[in-house]
């Protein structure tokens, strides 16, 4: 793989003083994300289009120490790669976030997070499902044109593991395509990808999925069923 552009090219793709241009956000994000036990270990990560560019870290290091230099810069929908970072190989999630980018999103998380992981080992089928729990209002609803209600029930799909990430792709493009208003799939014994139509509509509906994938781990052990009906209120 070789980039079309000069190096001085390629380094005016991720060098700005824009806090908020995807090279400088990608580093604040995974060191918060961090923070959160989401991407320790160099695992999970996140990827954020711009117009034609999609901007990815490296694979294998600590996300939590990205600089805006290490990014590389993928041209949408061409796939070609215009900035390659020497002696560094792109994220091995690059295969599931173009499936997330293929469906019209701004950017993808990927997170390790305990509790999206603990929530794949409760449920055991193909799916994990939340009702009546306000947090659920966090998450798009696509066929509505709007959110998911209080009421309504969340599923999201659950695909299996593999010994590669990027061998996820396929399953994780049915489990899109089976579930045309899911905004997540979760990996199961791995992690979760959360999708939204621009970086911070993705990080807000990352928490909005962590926070019912933690409040489902809490119900289970209490016995209460996360899918279930809401009790009468007792006199
Ligand atoms: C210890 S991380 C194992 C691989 C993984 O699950 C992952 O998310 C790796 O992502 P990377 O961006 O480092 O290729
Ligand atoms: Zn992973």
Same mark, same amino acid.
């Given at each position: 793989m070789s980039s079309p552009l000069s190096e001085e090219e390629q380094n005016q793709l991720v060098y700005s003083d824009d806090p908020h241009h995807p090279a400088n956000l990608i580093c604040e994000l995974c060191r918060n994300f961090y923070t959160l036990g989401w991407v320790t270990g160099t695992g999970g990560g996140i990827s954020i289009?711009?117009?034609?560019? +999609? /901007? +990815?870290?490296?694979?294998? =290091?600590q996300k939590e120490r990205l600089a805006p230099e290490n990014m590389f810069v993928m041209e949408y929908p061409s796939l070609n790669y215009l900035r390659l970072p020497e002696s560094l190989k792109p994220s091995a999630c690059t295969p599931l976030f173009l499936a997330a980018y293929d469906k019209g999103a701004g950017a993808c998380i990927h997170t390790h997070s305990q509790w999206a992981v603990l929530v794949t080992l409760i449920n055991k089928g193909k799916t994990f499902k939340i009702a009546n729990t306000e947090m659920i209002k966090g998450i798009p609803c696509p066929s509505r044109k709007g959110y998911f209600g209080y009421h309504d029930t969340l599923e999201i799909p659950i695909i299996e593991n593999t010994a590669h990430e990027e061998d996820l792709r396929d399953s994780l493009a049915q489990a899109i395509a089976d579930y045309p208003d899911t905004s997540a799939v979760l990996v199961r014994r791995h992690g979760v990808y959360v999708w939204g139509d621009t970086v911070w509509k993705a990080k807000t509906q990352a @928490?909005? /999925?962590? /926070?019912?994938?933690?409040?489902? =781990? @809490?119900?289970?052990k209490l016995g209460l069923d996360p899918a279930g009906p809401i009790e009468p209120v007792q006199d």
């Open positions: 289009r711009k117009e034609d560019h +999609i /901007y +990815i870290a490296p694979s294998g =290091v @928490e909005c /999925y962590d /926070y019912l994938f933690q409040l489902a =781990v @809490e119900m289970t």
